[in-house]
């Protein structure tokens, strides 16, 4: 959590995003820019739209997820465990490094 809120710092001090306490880092409102999530394997366009409803719009809050945050989004999804079988975090991390060129 501490990681998360140093990588967003920036975007917490002007209010565009808060800490959830189970979702992590979300935003208030949807960002300028929004990445394509269903990019990472195992999301649609319907996961997409809830996680959206959410607040989740960008690969580096899916990189920064907790245990937590990754049971409680596996809520959200049919299948419970995809979120680790298919290494969201890791793709986020490495969808992020190729569209922004940060490495997280």
Known sequence: ASEAAKLFSDELSSGLVKQDPVYGIVYNSAPDE??????????????????????????????????EACQEFSKLLTFKNRIYTDNWLAQAKDFHEDKYGEKL
Do not use: C, N, P, S
């Open 34 to 67: 929004v990445d394509d999530l269903k990019k990472i394997k195992g999301v649609a366009k319907v996961l997409e739209g809830k996680l959206h409803g959410i607040g989740v719009y960008r690969f580096k809050q899916v990189a920064v997820w907790t245990d």
